[in-house]
Structure formats: structure tokens, C-alpha cells
């Protein structure tokens, strides 16, 4: 953030500009950007410096590239994908190969062999949104496109939610605010923590920042925070939380012990169950051990957990009868059998009979992201609509690997059966899978087996790497949007900061080029060109303020002022405050209109991987003798994902050029590692190097790398080895299994790992060098 006295004259240059991070104010001065917080945000995010040297940085991509394999070959399965080199081609011969190539496909094998799920953040602007783009163009121009639902963020307690409580958005995000815990909450029992890095993020862009102060506020007025991780940094400092560190993965046998307690002493809500909650009866002989002989214990749970029998039956003790709040992490469902501990911590709330009261009950996610624990806007903001897609086959997002390794088999979601397509092109734009997938040794054979790969990328990411196309997109500081989220009162004039790098096109344009050689131009664009668009969208907006008789200033003031406040809804307590004031008249969204302490509908899918009441399943990739350490592959502090991993901030704390990950001094010891060595961490499915800090702060037998950092895999010498990255991208090691049958999520957080000092050459990391370029062998092509 560059430091602008008030009197500073270039100030009137800084305009305004948003981003999942914050709202910033920026300005463009001798090729790189000066960045300021918005002015109004009492905790601004670091993550706007990423932005400053992001512009012009070699890592962008500045002009369409074609790999070499594809040119000279033409579409097909390729082992080179991954390490071929490319071709610079003129834009309007890429979109000329590129629009008969998707004629190609649609013709031949139709829309469903188009994978077009495109899972990604992309940028926070609301019409250049490109997950919208993309989907928005392939049913346009194709007809629809294979899909995928649910995400890498709540794979598992999306689809376990709505069995139970309602969906996640009713219960993450219209739930218990801030304000209600800064003035109601006694207790804040959080799994997983609040980590401040992660509450600074909010999709679509957020202005205030207030997650520190609320949390000091109540902690200041007596509220206790108690935090369960296996690091004490999950939990801000101006919480005065207490830490239990648990052994990661277990948190559903912590809970399970808790209830116990509560049952055993009559410290349950006994009245609360019997009223709002069904199938009490069916746990209570799990709990108990009356169904399988095995009572849920303190003394049962303490050594699977890590912590000590009489802390679990204190903590247990100490919650009964206060307004206390249950907080589930997302972390924790993003793990093998991650239905559990979301489905537990909402069996334990239902418990202590805090459900529905003002911060009081369970508030699933709170604090890991800017999204949750905010007020509603009371009116719709800009979305741009995506039309209709005609293919009914899907993935949960991330069974993608499985579908393009096991074309028309079988896999189990939800309760229903349902058969993998045969993918033959997969068109990504906004997106980073070799970011966001798990086992990437496997996801780079997944992605083998296509035909043709299109990427939108701005940066040489390894998903660019690993493509056929790779169109270059502008940054969102390139060009104009409305910003805006459905939690944030302010509407954010995005104007254009910079000038666009190279020859990169908004995601918009290009899809318009190649909408007009297929013939669809004008379902594509409506006969508009993106200032229409904004025009157009700012109107939906504008019409619902005008109507609540509220400022509604037309497009033009809006753009001049660069910012709007929007009216907000009153802070209702959502669907489970309706719930408990007229159970009868607000029933809950469940199959029985009830909190569902068991569901006869989840045991009727027979899944043994997620049966019909919360239990304790021991997962399969837990540590072991060759790979005694836990892996904890959580969000990074310095980056959202992969994105901008080359600007300032994210770099100046790599440490010798890679990623850090923290290690407890006990087992660093143990293993003759130093502060600052060069690390090597492994398992059967791959290798990564880091550079290592040592810290108290993690549990021992834990290590910490967080994600993000750009796969820069060392040149494989044979197919079978194992991928090495030179880095630090944890998801080289995690695994890529589904949480269970029920969600098939993702399970990126936890593994089991070894780790030893690296003494070998530790090659430069070459992530954000932009791969070999060919000069083209061909005649031109005949357009
Ligand atoms: N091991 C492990 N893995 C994880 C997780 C974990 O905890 N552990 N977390 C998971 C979670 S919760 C998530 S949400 C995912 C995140 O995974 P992703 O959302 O895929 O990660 P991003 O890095 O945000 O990817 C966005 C990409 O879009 C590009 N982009 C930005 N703006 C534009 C634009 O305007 N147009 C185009 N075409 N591209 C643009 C960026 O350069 C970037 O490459 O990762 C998941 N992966
Ligand atoms: N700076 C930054 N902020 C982000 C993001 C980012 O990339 N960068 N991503 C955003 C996105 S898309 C999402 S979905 C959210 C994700 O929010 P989360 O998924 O909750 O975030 P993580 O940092 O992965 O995990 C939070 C903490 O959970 C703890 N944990 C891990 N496993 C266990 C376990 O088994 N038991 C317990 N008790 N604790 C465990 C870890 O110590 C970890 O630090 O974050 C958002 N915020
Ligand atoms: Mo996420």
C-alpha cells in the first residue's frame, strides 16, 4: 500500500477498483501500480500490494500461443501436454483453428463431450466474471456443455447441509452476523479457528474489513473464544483465544466426547431436542455405545484426538447453559469423510439448544470468509445471465481427473448412481485446476487423455502449461466493471487502471469473436458491446433502489462518484431464527421440516462412507510409519490461491525463492532440519521442496504448507516417476479421493507426508518464466 498523504496532488489520479481482497483505490505511474485501501475499511487486506508489480510481470501471458504437439498433429490424447513448447499465433488465426476445432467437436461428439465446468475465483468484477463468460458462451455457441456443481470449498457440507439444516447459504451465509456475536455470544467454540488471512476474502470484493475489531469487541465485553486447530495462528490475537490443539482430522470425535458429557450429566437441551429436532433417539444409542459397544467417552476420544480426557470433559461442562456459538471451518469438511465433523458440530449446537437465538446456535463457516456473518443487501446486484444449457451430465467439481481417466463409468452422488462422460475438449477460463486439484501427477495424465485444451489465462499458470490454446486475458485492473457482492453494501464503479499488457483481450471479446465464426454473435453479445453491458446491468440495481424511493443516481453519476451504498436487510437471524420463534409455521427446508440429528434419508443411500447419523470414521490417509507427519495444505496468508503468486507481497515472504512450511522444532529436531533449510516433503504420489521455519505454533507432528504456490514440477525423466515440485505446491502429495459417496468434495487440506533436509542442487524456481517458444515449421493456416 503506498502510503498517500491526504495532500498529496496525484491523489486525484487514484480511482477506484475492486477485488475478492478489498476495495482499493489505484492509480498507473511509470509501468507499475500505486495502490491505496479504500478509505473506509478499518482492516485493509495486504493482498491489494500483489497488484503493484502484477501489471507488466514477466509471468503474464502477452500474445495467443498454440503448443507445438497440437499444431503439427492436430487434436488427440498428447503425453507432451505439460511440456511441449508453443507457438505464437495472430489472433485471428487462433480464433479461426480454435472456432473449427469447436465445430469439430459439436459436430462429431455433440456438447456432452465438452467439459466446461471452468471452476475458478477469476477476478471480482460482475460482468467480466469468467466462469459466467464461458458458460455463457458455450450454450450459446455449442448448446450447453458438461458442468460442474458444488466446490473446492464446501464439496461436502454442501450436499450434507440441506439433509440436515437448509442450504449452505442459509446456513453460512444469512445466519449469525458479527454484530450479533459482538453483543450476544458467551462462547465462541470454533473448529478450525477464524483465521484472519482467510476472513479478509470475500467473492465479488469486499469493503470493510471487520472481522479483528468484532472479535476484539466481544472478547473486550467477556465473550471466550475457544479455538480447535492444530495451529494456534487460526485464531486472531485480539480474541484472547484458549487453543486446544488437536490432532487434525479428528475433530468429530472431539465432538462426539462433548456430547457425551452434555448426555451423561443432563446438560443437554433436552426440551430444545424433543421440539425442534428429530432422531435424537437413533444417536443417543451411538453416542452411548448402546449400538455398537462403544460409549463416546472423554477417555475415547483422548487419544484419537490428541488431548487430554479431562480438558474434553471441562470444555463439555463449561458450555452448558451459555449462548454459546459452534463454528465448523471450512478446512475441516475439506477432508476424507468431511460430512462428519459439519453434521456433528450441528448436532452439538442442536445440544446446548442455542439454535436460532442471537449468536448463539451454529454458524457454520464463520470467519473463513468476508462473506459470512454480514448482512444481506436488500436489493439484486449485476450478474451477468449465463442462458441455458442443454447437456444434463455432470461432476461433482472434483471428480474431474476420475471422469477424464474413466470415461462412461459409474460414480455414486447424493444417492443417486450416475456415469462419467467422454470429454474430449475442456475450455477453462478463470480458473487454476493445477492450483486447485489434488494428486497433480494424475490430474496432468487426466488432462492428457483430451483432445484439445482451451485456456483464458493472464499468467503462465501450470493450467496454461498444460493446454493446446492459451488465449492472453486482460487483468481486471485492465478494464471497466461494476463490483459487488450480495453481503456488502458498497457497489464499487471498477474503473481501468492500466493500459491492457501485450496483445490480452477481455474474456468478453474473445468469446465475441469466436461467437461471430460460429454464428452466434448475437445471442452472445444481445447487440452489446461491454459498456452496454455495464449500462444494462447497473439498471437492475438502479430500478430496485428507485423503487424503495432510496438515491438511485443513473449509470453515468454512479461511474463519475465510483461508488454506491446499497440498503441492507435487518439482521433476522435467517431461516433458523424463523424456525425456532414457529417451528410449525417456518419449518426448516429438511426432508421433515426439523434439525436432523439422523437422517432415514442419507442412511437409506446405504453409504457406508456417510451413514444416516454423525459417527467418528477413521480416515485411511492418516499417518504412518513411512509418512508420520500431517500435512496441513490450508489457505495462504499472502495470496488468494494461486493468483498474483509473483506479485510483491506473495514474494517478499517466500524464503530462498520457495513456499514456507512451518514445522514444530521437535520434529525439525529429530530430523536434523534447521530454521531456513531447504526441505524436502514426500509420499507415494509425489515430492516437493520448501523452505522451512520453525514454530511452537503448530501441533508436533504436524507440518504446514500452504497452497498456492505456482507447480513448477522438475523435467520428469521417465512417465512412471513421480512428480517433484521445485516450489512448494502442497497438491503434488495431497490425495484426490472424494469425501464419500454422499458429496464426493474434495479432500486438499490433510495428508500424510515425511519430510527430510534437501541437500540436493536446489534448481532456480522456474514457475513465472513462460515456456519455450517454437518458431512455427508450418504454412500459415487457410483462413
Ligand atoms: N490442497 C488444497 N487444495 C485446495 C484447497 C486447500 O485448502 N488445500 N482449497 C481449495 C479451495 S477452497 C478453492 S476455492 C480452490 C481455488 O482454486 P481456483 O479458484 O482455481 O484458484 P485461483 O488461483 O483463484 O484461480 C483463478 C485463476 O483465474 C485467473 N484469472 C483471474 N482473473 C481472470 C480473468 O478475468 N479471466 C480469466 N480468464 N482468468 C482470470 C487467475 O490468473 C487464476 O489463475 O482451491 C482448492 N484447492
Ligand atoms: N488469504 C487468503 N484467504 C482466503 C483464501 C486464500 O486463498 N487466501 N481462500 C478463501 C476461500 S476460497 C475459502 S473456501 C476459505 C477457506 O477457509 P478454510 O477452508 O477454513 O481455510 P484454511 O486456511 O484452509 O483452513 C483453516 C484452518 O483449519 C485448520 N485445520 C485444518 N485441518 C483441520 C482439522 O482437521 N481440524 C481442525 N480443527 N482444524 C483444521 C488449519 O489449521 C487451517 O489453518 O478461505 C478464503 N480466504
Ligand atoms: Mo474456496
Not at 495451529?231 to 468429530?252: F, H, N
Not at 445440544?351 to 457454520?364: D, K, R
Request: net charge neutral.
Amino acid at each position: 500500500m503506498k502510503p498517500d498523504s491526504p495532500s498529496d496532488p496525484s491523489l486525484a489520479t487514484m480511482r477506484p477498483h475492486s477485488a475478492h481482497w478489498g476495495v482499493f483505490q489505484a492509480a498507473w505511474r511509470d509501468g507499475a501500480l500505486a495502490v491505496r485501501p479504500h478509505p473506509g475499511d478499518p482492516d485493509p487486506n495486504p493482498l491489494i500490494d500483489n497488484l503493484t508489480d502484477a501489471v507488466g510481470h514477466r509471468a503474464r501471458v502477452t500474445t495467443p500461443m498454440v503448443r507445438r504437439g497440437w499444431l503439427e498433429r492436430g487434436p488427440g490424447p498428447d503425453d507432451r501436454r505439460g511440456r511441449d513448447d508453443f507457438v505464437a499465433m495472430p489472433w485471428d488465426e487462433v480464433l479461426d483453428r480454435l472456432a473449427a476445432e469447436l465445430v469439430r467437436v459439436r459436430d462429431r461428439h455433440g456438447p456432452e463431450a465438452v467439459f466446461g465446468g471452468s471452476y475458478g475465483w477469476s477476478s471480482a468484477g460482475r460482468f467480466h466474471h469468467a466462469q459466467s463468460q464461458v458458460h455463457r458462451f458455450l450454450n450459446t455457441a455449442l448448446g450447453g456443455y458438461v458442468r460442474s456443481v458444488n466446490s473446492y470449498s464446501a464439496g461436502a457440507s454442501a450436499v450434507i447441509l440441506p439433509h440436515i439444516l437448509g442450504s449452505m447459504d442459509d446456513v453460512a451465509r444469512r445466519n449469525v452476523t458479527w454484530e450479533q456475536v459482538v453483543a450476544h455470544t458467551d462462547v465462541v467454540l470454533s473448529f478450525g479457528g477464524m483465521a484472519l488471512k482467510n476472513s479478509r476474502v470475500a467473492s465479488g470484493g469486499i469493503s470493510r474489513h471487520i472481522e479483528r475489531e468484532s472479535m476484539a469487541r466481544a472478547a473486550a465485553r467477556g465473550c471466550r473464544f475457544v479455538s480447535i486447530s492444530p495451529l494456534r495462528g487460526d485464531m486472531p490475537l485480539e480474541s484472547r483465544a484458549e487453543w486446544l490443539a488437536i490432532v487434525p482430522g479428528t475433530d468429530t470425535a472431539l465432538m462426539l466426547a462433548l456430547a457425551y458429557v452434555l448426555a451423561t450429566e443432563g446438560l443437554h437441551d433436552r426440551g430444545f431436542l424433543a421440539e425442534f429436532c428429530d432422531g435424537w433417539e437413533t444417536f443417543e444409542a451411538y453416542l452411548l455405545g448402546r449400538a455398537d459397544g462403544v460409549p463416546k467417552t472423554p477417555a475415547w476420544a483422548a487419544p484419537i484426538c490428541g488431548l487430554p480426557a479431562d480438558a474434553i470433559q471441562d470444555l463439555a461442562r463449561s458450555l452448558a447453559g451459555k449462548r454459546v456459538l459452534v463454528t465448523v471451518a471450512h478446512a475441516l469438511q475439506r477432508a476424507e469423510h468431511g460430512e462428519q465433523p459439519v453434521w456433528m458440530g450441528a448436532v452439538l449446537a442442536a445440544m446446548l439448544g442455542q439454535i436460532g437465538l442471537p449468536g448463539g446456535g451454529y454458524a457454520y463457516a464463520l470467519g473463513t470468509l468476508a462473506h459470512y456473518g454480514k448482512r444481506m443487501n436488500a436489493v439484486p446486484i449485476a450478474a451477468l445471465p449465463q442462458g441455458t444449457n442443454g447437456v444434463k451430465a455432470f461432476i461433482p467439481v472434483a471428480r474431474i481427473a476420475d471422469m477424464l481417466l474413466h470415461p462412461g463409468e459409474p460414480f455414486d452422488y447424493n444417492g443417486k448412481r450416475h456415469a462419467y462422460p467422454h470429454i474430449r475438449l475442456a475450455y477453462w477460463a478463470g480458473g487454476n485446476p493445477f492450483h486447485h486439484h489434488q494428486d497433480l501427477g494424475r490430474l496432468a495424465r487426466a488432462f492428457r487423455t483430451l483432445d484439445t485444451f482451451v485456456v483464458h489465462e493472464l499468467g503462465w499458470t501450470a493450467t496454461a502449461r498444460h493446454a493446446d490454446i492459451v488465449l492472453p486475458c486482460t487483468m481486471t485492473v485492465e478494464r471497466e466493471d461494476i463490483g459487488a457482492a450480495p453481503t456488502d453494501p458498497l457497489m464499487v464503479a471498477m474503473h481501468r487502471i492500466a493500459p491492457p499488457h501485450g496483445q490480452a483481450r477481455d474474456d468478453y471479446d474473445i468469446f465475441t469473436d469466436l461467437s461471430e465464426r460460429l454464428g452466434t454473435r448475437q445471442a452472445y453479445t444481445e447487440g452489446r458491446t461491454s459498456g452496454q453491458w455495464l449500462r444494462h446491468l447497473y439498471e437492475r440495481t438502479r430500478a430496485a433502489l428507485q423503487e424503495r424511493g432510496l438515491d438511485a443516481p443513473d449509470f453515468d453519476t454512479f461511474w463519475a462518484r465510483g461508488e454506491l451504498v446499497l440498503p441492507q436487510q435487518d439482521d433476522d437471524g435467517g431461516i433458523l431464527r424463523a424456525f425456532r420463534d414457529d417451528p410449525a409455521g417456518k419449518p426448516l427446508p429438511t426432508p421433515s421440516g426439523r434439525i436432523q440429528i439422523a437422517s432415514p434419508v442419507v442412511a437409506g443411500f446405504g453409504y457406508t462412507d456417510c451413514p444416516g447419523h454423525p459417527a467418528w470414521l477413521p480416515a485411511s490417509d492418516a499417518p504412518s510409519a513411512d509418512h508420520p507427519l500431517y500435512l496441513v495444505a490450508n489457505q495462504p496468508a499472502t495470496r488468494l490461491h494461486s493468483q498474483l503468486d509473483f506479485g510483491a507481497h506473495s514474494a517478499a515472504n517466500k524464503r530462498r525463492g520457495r513456499e514456507v512450511c512451518t514445522m514444530h522444532p521437535d520434529d525439525a529436531q529429530a530430523r536434523g532440519i534447521r530454521e531456513g533449510d531447504i526441505v524436502e516433503l514426500y509420499n507415494e504420489r509425489g515430492r516437493c521442496l520448501a523452505c522451512v521455519t520453525l514454530s511452537d505454533g503448530v501441533r508436533p507432528g504436524v507440518v504446514r504448507l500452504p497452497t498456492g504456490a505456482w507447480y513448477d514440477p522438475a523435467p520428469e525423466p521417465d512417465a512412471s516417476s513421480l512428480p517433484f515440485c521445485m516450489h512448494g505446491n502442497p497438491n503434488v502429495l495431497t490425495r484426490d479421493v472424494g469425501t464419500s459417496a454422499l458429496a464426493q468434495g474434495c479432500t486438499g487440506q490433510l495428508t500424510a507426508v515425511q519430510a527430510r533436509r534437501y541437500d540436493g542442487p536446489t534448481p532456480p524456481v522456474r514457475a513465472y518464466d513462460p515456456p519455450p517458444a517454437a518458431t512455427r515449421q508450418l504454412p500459415q493456416a487457410a483462413s
